[in-house]
């Protein structure tokens, strides 16, 4: 793992974006995953039910950490409940929960009750089973990172999460996702304690969700979150703009006493970068 201390988000996020790929071979080599990895591999194919999933503890460990779970994994019983839900039902189980992630477990693992029995057919499909891993090693990716730094990690999973966004909704069922755009939009964290409809209201008020398809625009965004969330966190790092500007607001007079300015985050984020 590279180590991030000392720098800021946009540093830290460029130096992860240049390393992933030995990172992820990294992760995908180290004994505990690799195992994982054999294992899910070797016996997925033989889970065609909940039940045989939930019995077999390492295939469902491997499961809940890919969608990030493993805080949930202790909860056999809701989770067994969950995937044997009927989505179509508003009063099922996995629509009563409000956890986006749960909702991204059940379907993607595709399991469907007929007859009475719940079973799926994508744990047959090889091409499932490799998308599955993928997605395994990408949240070991991600959280290896946010273990080191929080802002960093909440930019990997608006990347992540972005192609799946299509409303403002969808952004105010993720604490991540929804914290980032609040910091990256200029909002202030107190606007939780508003409805969801108003909420939603002030960021249309300050971004179309449409230009989250567009690279560029999320790119921009995520600039911004950096700069912002480095300012307000006080990361003092050589060449933050943001950090720059305050510190100098301080000391240029009254005795040191603070003074208030106005920073335009957009001009802060275009301003030149060296190459790491």
Do not use: C
């Not at 540093?11 to 690799?34: F, G, Y």
């Not at 379907?107 to 994508?122: A, H, I, L, R």
Request: cysteine-free; glycine content about 6%; hydrophobic content about 40%.
């Amino acid at each position: 793992m590279i180590p991030l201390s000392g720098l800021g988000t946009q540093m830290s996020l460029k130096l992860v974006d240049a390393t992933r790929d030995r990172q992820m071979q990294s992760i995908e080599r180290s004994p505990v995953h690799a195992r994982a990895i054999t294992s899910f591999r070797e016996r997925i194919a033989d889970v065609q039910t909940v039940d045989q999933l939930i019995e077999d503890q390492e295939l469902y460990a491997f499961v809940m950490r890919t969608y990030d779970l493993e805080d949930q994994i202790f909860g056999k019983a809701m989770m067994k409940k969950v995937l044997e839900s009927d989505i179509d039902d508003r009063t099922a189980l996995v629509n009563r929960l409000t956890d986006p992630r749960i909702r991204d477990l059940y379907k993607g693992m595709g399991f469907e009750t007929v007859d009475g029995k719940t079973t799926s057919s994508n744990t047959l499909d090889p091409a499932w089973q490799e998308a599955m891993i993928d997605r395994y090693l990408d949240r070991q990716f991600i959280n290896a990172q946010a273990e080191q730094s929080e802002t960093v990690g909440i930019a990997l999973e608006v990347r992540q999460k972005a192609g799946e966004i299509g409303s403002w909704l969808d952004v105010l069922k993720d604490r991540d996702v929804s914290s980032f755009f609040r910091t990256a939009l200029g909002l202030p964290d107190s606007m939780v304690q508003l409805d969801v409809d108003r909420q939603a209201a002030l960021f249309a008020r300050k971004f179309d969700i449409e230009k989250l398809q567009d690279p560029k625009e999320l790119e921009k965004l995520t600039r911004k979150y950096a700069a912002i969330a480095d300012a307000k966190g006080g990361t003092a790092v050589a060449g933050n703009a943001a950090v720059q500007l305050m510190q100098g607001a301080v000391s240029a007079g009254n005795g040191g006493a603070f003074v208030p300015i106005t920073l335009d985050i957009t001009a802060i984020t275009a301003l030149p970068r060296r190459t790491y």
